[in-house]
């Protein structure tokens, strides 16, 4: 076994890093005889924004596209990414949700969960991590990697040590913006296989030009696993390239064993799904490509920058653009520092936005900004400016159980919602996810069907987007 493992994420991260998470089912299973025949530890191929774009824009089932994945990747781990309470939604669902969430994603074929929570709030993960647990699953806690003045080392590692208590059995350091630097790195890794007993993954990308250095010093510190992606979607916002960290690794102690000349022939079919999807505009090399160091003073990872381009260009204000990058660190202060990633990046990205439009601060807060203030998503890491907090929410109470037990079950409920649409069990989750996008997509595949039951359609035609 090498001293290091890799996992790659060209059929998850990398294309929903650099092309809006618009790689098609079809483009996978060519080669998924070969991505088997790697070597790797695992692949990236499920969950983070895939789920989403499976049913708003290529009129996919997401959970169709992991039986055919499982089935055509008989010898490698397949990993997913899940967003703790908010499964791969932008809300927390009750216990009875993210429990049968899980049970689903493991009888339909995911090998490893990595469960995330976008302010380390260890309880937004422990019916997840309990239920991955409970029907067999591997379960990979990470924690959002950030800076901040308490977002210190001592942090993680204490962080990392909670995790390995909670039943975790690997600990990823997910640093989703590109802001853990090399001898940091080190030095962090060091730590964690010293002070805990776990294996140890990194995820990073190369927003800001240091990924590949940050993996080959958290390689010599001695990290079992490490994120890259596949040339052709790899760097700049994505993971580092695969073929160039095992060109680096090759005849040293840490060599992969990996075949370059088939990692060649794999880099040479998904060449042509990137061309595709820079032709239909979908991944703009020179963005997605572009070294950008202002991550590092900002902290704004790649896909938040897209988000604030375009709210920006919507209000006819792109010349505000570089105000709302310097208003970014005074929201997040005054929220209390959480780790930019889904759901929170956009939250303080969207109040920062607000605020440079209406020329002053806090005039204009929308419910995400208040549920955020409000304990909805968690605890915060830093105490949060309690007159900013009085301005924007007044005298609502502060949630500070686990906001989930104030949920009631409610698959149940969801179940009778959309009763009309019900093909199978995994459509209840999926209208849960989604509940105004999965009805269109149902309403396609009653009528793809009712074609393929004509003879209109060829069964092989199904899945293709419209």
């Known amino acids: 076994m090498p001293k290091?493992?890799?996992?790659?994420?060209?059929?998850?991260?990398?294309?929903?890093?650099?092309?809006?998470?618009?790689?098609?089912?079809?483009?996978?299973?060519?080669?998924?005889?070969?991505?088997?025949?790697?070597?790797?530890y695992s692949l990236e191929c499920w969950g983070g924004?895939?789920?989403?774009?499976?049913?708003?824009?290529?009129?996919?089932?997401?959970?169709?596209?992991?039986?055919?994945?499982?089935?055509?990747?008989?010898?490698?781990?397949?990993?997913?990414?899940?967003?703790?309470?908010?499964?791969?939604?932008?809300?927390?669902?009750?216990?009875?949700?993210?429990?049968?969430?899980?049970?689903?994603?493991?009888?339909?074929?995911?090998?490893?969960?990595?469960?995330?929570?976008?302010?380390?709030?260890?309880?937004?993960?422990?019916?997840?991590?309990?239920?991955?647990?409970?029907?067999?699953?591997?379960?990979?806690?990470?924690?959002?990697?950030?800076?901040?003045?308490?977002?210190?080392?001592?942090?993680f590692v204490k962080l990392a040590q909670d995790i390995e208590k909670m039943?975790?059995?690997?600990?990823?350091?997910?640093?989703?913006?590109?802001?853990?630097?090399?001898?940091?790195?080190?030095?962090?890794?060091?730590?964690?296989?010293?002070?805990?007993?776990?294996?140890?993954?990194?995820?990073t990308h190369n927003t800001t030009g240091t990924g590949d250095m940050v993996l080959l010093k958290a390689i010599e510190a001695g990290v079992d696993v490490v994120d890259t992606c596949l040339s052709p979607l790899g760097s700049g916002t994505s993971q580092p390239a695969t073929e160039s960290l095992?060109?680096?690794?090759?005849?040293?102690?840490?060599?992969?064993g990996f075949d370059l000349d088939l990692l060649a022939k794999l880099a040479e079919h998904f060449r042509g799904v990137a061309d595709r999807l820079t032709k239909e505009g979908w991944r703009d090399p020179s963005r997605v490509l572009g070294v950008d160091v202002k991550t590092l003073q900002y902290q704004?990872?790649?896909?938040?920058?897209?988000?604030?381009?375009?709210?920006?260009?919507?209000?006819?204000?792109m010349d505000k653009y570089y105000d709302v990058l310097a208003e970014i660190p005074h929201v997040r202060k005054d929220f209390g520092y959480p780790p930019l990633v889904t759901p929170t990046s956009?939250?303080?990205?969207?109040?920062?936005?607000?605020?440079?439009?209406?020329?002053?601060?806090?005039?204009?807060?929308?419910?995400?900004?208040k549920g955020l203030l409000r304990g909805e998503y968690g605890k915060l890491p830093a105490p949060v400016n309690e007159a900013v907090r009085k301005q924007c929410i007044g005298d609502d109470k502060v949630i500070t159980c686990r906001f989930a037990d104030t949920l009631p079950p409610e698959l149940d409920k969801l179940r009778e919602e959309m009763r009309e649409w019900y093909q199978c069990e995994e459509d209840v989750l999926t209208y849960a996810m989604f509940p105004k996008v999965a009805p269109k997509y149902f309403e396609y595949r009653q009528a793809q069907q009712m074609k393929i039951d004509s003879g209109m359609l060829d069964k092989a035609d199904k899945t293709m987007p419209v």
């Open 4 to 40: 290091v493992q890799i996992t790659d994420t060209i059929l998850r991260d990398g294309h929903q890093s650099q092309a809006a998470t618009r790689m098609r089912t079809d483009e996978m299973l060519p080669v998924c005889d070969m991505l088997d025949k790697v070597g790797y």
């Open 49 to 155: 924004a895939t789920y989403d774009a499976c049913l708003r824009f290529l009129n996919e089932d997401p959970w169709e596209r992991l039986r055919k994945l499982r089935k055509a990747l008989p010898n490698t781990k397949t990993q997913m990414l899940l967003r703790g309470q908010n499964l791969l939604g932008y809300r927390p669902y009750s216990d009875d949700v993210v429990e049968f969430f899980v049970k689903k994603a493991v009888e339909n074929g995911i090998d490893i969960i990595r469960c995330f929570d976008a302010l380390n709030d260890l309880r937004n993960m422990e019916t997840a991590v309990k239920a991955t647990k409970k029907y067999g699953g591997i379960a990979e806690i990470a924690m959002s990697y950030t800076e901040s003045p308490v977002h210190s080392e001592d942090y």
């Open 167 to 203: 039943g975790a059995d690997i600990i990823c350091i997910k640093d989703m913006a590109n802001l853990l630097l090399p001898y940091k790195a080190y030095s962090l890794v060091k730590r964690l296989k010293k002070e805990t007993s776990l294996p140890i993954v990194l995820h």
């Open 246 to 256: 095992v060109a680096t690794l090759k005849g040293t102690e840490y060599d992969t």
């Open 300 to 317: 704004v990872p790649g896909g938040m920058l897209s988000n604030l381009i375009g709210q920006l260009k919507a209000a006819n204000a």
């Open 346 to 369: 956009q939250i303080v990205g969207t109040q920062a936005v607000m605020n440079v439009l209406y020329g002053e601060r806090y005039k204009m807060v929308p419910k995400e900004s």
